[in-house]
C-alpha cells in the first residue's frame, strides 16, 4: 500500500495565502453587490421566479456598492488566477470557503444579529468539508501538462451543462427557485476555474516548447470561448440569487459547489490526483459530502436573510 505525498513546492505553497486572499475580496465584493441589489429592490420584486430584466441591471450598473462590489469580485478573480498559476487546481479551488466565513460575519454585523446555531454549525460542516478536501488534496495532487483529449472532453461536457441550464431557464424560468441559481453558479464557475486553468497551463506548455503551434491548439480558442459563456451566465445566475436569497446561501454555492466541481473535474478529467494513494479518493468522496449537506443546510437555516438585510438597508435610508 502506497503512502506516498506529493509536496508542493514554495512557489505553489504561495498560491495558497493568494487565494485566501482572494476569497476575502470575493466575501466583501458580494456584500457590495447584495446592497446594491437591496436599494435597487429586486428582493420584493419577484426576481426569484423570473430573473433580472434587463431594466434591473441597468438600474444596477448606476448603483455606486454594486460597481464596487463588482470591482471587489474582479479582484478576487485577479488573485484566484494568479493562485490557479501557482497551485494545482484541487488546492486553489476549496480555500474559497474562507469566504463563507467572512461573508456571514459581514450580514451579522450589517444586519445586527447574531448568528443562530443551525447557521453555526452549517457554515462549519461547509468549511470542514472544504479543509478536509483541501488538506488530502494539497498533500496528494499535482498539475500535470493538459493532453488535446483532456481538454476536448472538459469543453464538451461545459457545452452539455450550458445547454441544459440555457434550455432550464428559457422555459422554466418562472418556476426556478433560488436554489437553482445557487446550483447554476456554483457548477458554472466551478468550469470557469476549470477553464482557467486548463489555459494557463496550455499557455505555460506552448511557452516551454519555444512558442511552437500545432493545428490542436484550437482547442485552447474553443476554451477561452467556453470560460466566457460560463462566466457571463455564471455571473447572472449569481446576480439572481443574491436578489432572491440570502449571500450567505449565495457564496455557500460558489464556495462549496464551485470547488466541488472543479476539483472533481481535476481529478478525474485532468489527473491531478493520479499519484495520490487510493484512500484520498475515499476522503474526498466524504469531504464533498459534508460540504454539500452544509450548503443545504445553511438554504434551510437562512429563507429570510435577504428580507433581513433588505429592511435593514430601508431603515438606513430612513
Known amino acids: 500500500m502506497s503512502l506516498a505525498f506529493v509536496s508542493l513546492t514554495p512557489a505553489q505553497t504561495l498560491g495558497i ?165 445557487v446550483v447554476g453558479a456554483g457548477v458554472l464557475f466551478g468550469f470557469v476555474a476549470t477553464l482557467a486553468k486548463v489555459l494557463i497551463t496550455r499557455i505555460q506548455t506552448i511557452i516551454h516548447n519555444g512558442f511552437h503551434l500545432n493545428p490542436a491548439d484550437w482547442l485552447t480558442v474553443v476554451c477561452l470561448l467556453g470560460l466566457a459563456a460560463a462566466g457571463i451566465l455564471g455571473s447572472y445566475f449569481v446576480q439572481t440569487a443574491y436578489s432572491a436569497g440570502s449571500p450567505e446561501l449565495v457564496i455557500a454555492g460558489l464556495t462549496v459547489i464551485d470547488p466541488l466541481v472543479g476539483v472533481s473535474i481535476g481529478i478525474i478529467v485532468l489527473g491531478e490526483a493520479a499519484t495520490a494513494p487510493f484512500w484520498a479518493d475515499a476522503v474526498f468522496v466524504v469531504a464533498g459530502a459534508i460540504a454539500v449537506y452544509g450548503v443545504i443546510q445553511l438554504a434551510r437555516h437562512q429563507p429570510h436573510a435577504a428580507a433581513t438585510l433588505s429592511t435593514q438597508s430601508a431603515g438606513n435610508e430612513r
Open 17 to 181: 495565502p493568494v487565494a485566501l486572499v482572494g476569497s476575502i475580496f470575493l466575501a466583501v465584493g458580494a456584500e457590495f453587490q447584495q446592497h446594491g441589489l437591496t436599494r435597487v429592490g429586486n428582493a420584493q420584486n419577484g426576481t426569484e421566479r423570473s430573473g433580472l430584466g434587463w431594466r434591473q441591471l441597468a438600474a444596477l450598473a448606476r448603483r455606486p456598492s454594486w460597481l464596487l462590489g463588482t470591482l471587489m469580485l474582479g479582484l478576487a478573480i485577479v488573485f484566484q488566477l494568479f493562485a490557479l498559476y501557482l497551485a494545482p487546481l484541487t488546492v486553489v479551488q476549496p480555500l474559497g470557503a474562507i469566504a463563507l466565513v467572512v461573508t456571514a460575519l459581514i450580514t451579522a454585523r450589517l444586519t445586527r444579529t447574531m448568528l443562530r446555531r443551525p447557521t453555526i454549525r452549517a457554515i462549519l460542516y461547509c468549511v470542514g468539508g472544504v479543509g478536509l478536501f483541501v488538506t488530502v488534496a494539497a498533500l496528494t495532487t499535482t498539475t500535470i501538462p493538459i493532453t488535446d483529449a483532456q481538454l476536448l472532453i472538459v469543453v464538451i461536457i461545459l457545452a452539455v451543462i450550458l445547454l441544459v441550464f440555457g434550455i432550464a431557464f428559457v422555459l422554466l424560468r418562472t418556476r426556478l427557485t433560488r436554489i437553482f441559481y
